[in-house]
C-alpha cells in the first residue's frame, strides 16, 4: 500500500535497522537518484538517469543502485557468495530480498499544484512510481515535491554559487531535497508518537490514512 502526500505521518515509523531510503524526481527525460545514509536522517544526491519509458527507467535505476552498493562496498559486505553478487551483475535481474535488506522504501516526488492539487503529471509520476518500486521489491512512498527546485536555486543564490553551476546535476538535487523532507517529516513523526505514547495516548492511525 502507498502513502499519498497528503499523509500527516509519512512513510512506515518503525525502526529501519540502518536500512537506507532511496527517492526519485521522475521527469519526462531526466530523472533525479538520492539516497539517505544509514541512520535515515541524511539525504544525499547519487546521480541522474535518463530514461523515456518506466521500463528504460526501471533498468537504469537498477544499474545506478548496483552501481551505489559497489562503490560504496556496502552489497558485497552483506552479499551471500558469488551467486548473488553476480545476480546484482545483470542489469534489470535484481532479487528483491537483498534491496529489502538494504533499503526501507522508495519515495518518489509528486507533482502538486499549489493548492495541494495533484497536478496533470502526477498520473505518470505515479504510474512510473510504482512499476519501478514493485520492480525492485520496494514500497513507495509519495511525497510533495512542490517549490523544490525553487528553494534549492533561491539557496545556491544566498550563498554566492552562481545560477549556471546551481543547475548542475539539478534533477538529482531535487531528489535530494524531496527526500530530505520525507526524512524530516518521517523524523517529526516520530517524536510526535513517542510524546503521545509517553502521555498515555494509544498512538493509533499514526500514518494518517483516511
Known amino acids: 500500500m502507498t502513502d499519498s502526500a497528503e499523509n500527516k505521518y ?3 515509523l518503525e525502526d529501519t535497522d540502518g536500512r537506507r531510503w532511496l527517492a526519485l ?3 519526462d527525460v531526466r530523472t533525479g537518484v538520492a539516497v ?3 541512520s535515515g536522517a541524511l539525504a544525499s544526491p547519487m546521480t541522474t538517469i535518463k530514461a523515456k519509458t518506466k521500463e ?3 533498468d537504469a535505476f537498477a544499474e545506478a543502485i548496483r552501481k551505489f552498493e559497489y562503490e560504496s562496498g556496502d552489497y558485497f559486505k552483506k552479499a551471500n557468495g558469488e551467486a548473488d553478487q553476480e545476480l546484482w551483475r545483470r542489469v534489470g535481474d535484481m532479487d528483491s530480498k537483498p534491496v529489502k535488506e538494504m533499503y526501507a ?3 518518489i516526488g509528486l507533482p502538486l499544484d499549489q493548492s495541494g492539487v495533484e497536478a496533470l503529471r502526477a498520473k505518470k509520476v505515479r504510474e512510473w512510481g510504482e512499476f519501478v518500486a514493485e520492480g525492485i521489491g ?3 512512498f509519495f511525497f510533495d515535491e512542490r517549490y523544490t527546485t525553487q528553494r534549492m536555486l533561491s539557496a545556491d ?3 554566492g554559487r552562481r545560477v549556471a553551476d546551481g543547475r548542475k546535476n539539478i534533477d538529482a538535487r531535487a531528489a535530494a531535497e524531496i527526500l530530505q523532507s520525507f526524512l524530516d517529516a518521517r523524523a517529526r513523526a516520530r517524536d510526535d508518537l513517542s510524546g503521545e505514547n509517553d502521555d498515555g495516548g494509544s498512538g493509533e492511525n499514526t500514518r494518517g490514512e483516511q
Open 10 to 12: 509519512p512513510g512506515n
Open 25 to 27: 524526481d521522475i521527469g
Open 36 to 38: 539517505s545514509d544509514e
Open 56 to 58: 528504460l527507467l526501471l
Open 105 to 107: 522504501g522508495l519515495v
Open 138 to 140: 520496494l514500497e513507495a
Open 157 to 159: 543564490r544566498e550563498v
